[in-house]
């Protein structure tokens, strides 16, 4: 039986057995699982969407940023467009990792949108698409100039120079065989000299434009900084599997890794999903497959534990490896939850 605990607002429950159909334990602490609490907060769509509520075209969002005391959950609302003025209304609500909601991110202007990328930069703004935020109002604060595509991820380095980190595939593109790669310094401007590109494979293969290729090549699910290098977590959709890469981020910078995939950076494991999310950090990485399992995987590609989760592809889900839970944002009872030590 699950036992509701009414706490002002929040409502607190005993068991996560409602969440998930089941349990898998694979050498993982999950008998302890069901004993774990599980936090409801529901949030304030009509304040955002007004009377889009209920509309199939709104498109959600959400994402962990940030490490320690700043780690954030970013829940991303995006209406539809009004046909009449083409206005983009969508905002970012803002929480802590309890789930008390710390501020609101808005567009600077009506043309503008939000996107990812999402994370702190080497000033410690916060970086949202192509705009810069300030980390303790969210006010808008002004744009990259010029402005990247879209997507990806970022990364500081603390130097010297402090410096930030974005990969991402080319814009607009489903799969590919390079990342694009911005480094910024200094009040954000782009660090001349340095590498722009980083292969994947070596034989410098491009995406051919043929309708029925375009799922070769690979995708980019995470990254995460490892002492002086970095790991790519990337998913090739042809072959259904997920791949590992790790170089020095020196050498990526000075342009001298010819592929990540070749024998000198790549991690030694595939495992077998077609197109799942990911979130990789410095321990491991998480995958949601697409078959409804939640899994954690550590950098040798090992299974360290999985739960059932859900296929739906409504539900949006963040993963919060420091304080070990994750979060899910379910529209339709407009509700926020989090899941407690699950591995």
Not at 15 to 42: K, T
Not at 172 to 192: I, K, M, N, Q, V
Not at 258 to 287: M, V
Request: aromatic share 12%.
């Amino acid at each position: 039986m699950v036992r509701l605990i009414r706490l002002g607002s929040v409502l607190v429950v005993a068991a996560g057995a409602f969440l998930f159909a089941g349990c898998d334990y694979f050498a993982s602490p999950f008998p302890g699982f069901l004993d774990r609490v599980v936090q409801v907060e529901h949030v304030d769509l009509a304040s955002i969407l007004g009377d889009s509520i209920g509309d199939p075209g709104v498109r959600f969002d959400l994402m962990m940023v940030g490490s320690g005391d700043d780690r954030r959950l970013l829940l991303k609302v995006e209406p539809p467009t009004d046909p009449d003025d083409f206005a983009y209304r969508g905002q970012i609500v803002v929480f802590d990792t309890d789930l008390v909601e710390r501020g609101r991110i808005l567009p600077d202007t009506t043309i503008d949108f939000l996107s990812a990328p999402y994370g702190y930069g080497h000033t410690d703004d916060l970086l949202v698409g192509y705009s810069i935020y300030d980390p303790a109002t969210y006010d808008f604060v002004f744009k990259l100039d010029p402005r990247p595509g879209l997507e990806g991820f970022v990364m500081t380095d603390p130097g010297p120079p402090p410096r930030t980190h974005h990969f991402a595939l080319p814009s607009g593109a489903f799969s590919a065989f390079h990342l694009e790669l911005r480094t910024y310094f200094d009040a954000w401007a782009l660090d001349p000299g340095l590498a722009e590109q980083v292969n994947i494979v070596a034989d410098g293969t491009t995406r051919s434009a043929d309708p029925e290729q375009r799922q070769l090549g690979y995708q980019l699910l995470g990254i995460a900084r490892v002492g002086e290098s970095v790991r790519f977590l990337l998913s090739q959709p042809a072959e259904r599997r997920v791949v590992g890469a790790q170089a020095p981020l020196a050498a990526i910078l000075a342009g001298d890794v010819d592929a990540l995939l070749g024998d000198e950076y790549r991690i030694d494991f595939s495992i077998a999903t077609d197109r799942p999310q990911g979130r990789a950090d410095a321990d491991g990485f998480f995958l949601l497959h697409r078959d409804g399992w939640f899994a954690r995987y550590d950098w040798s590609g090992a299974l360290v534990a999985r739960v059932t989760g859900d296929t739906s592809f409504t539900r949006r889900y963040a993963f919060d490896a420091e304080g070990e839970q994750f979060y899910r944002f379910d529209a339709d009872a407009a509700t926020l939850t989090r899941v407690l030590k699950w591995w």
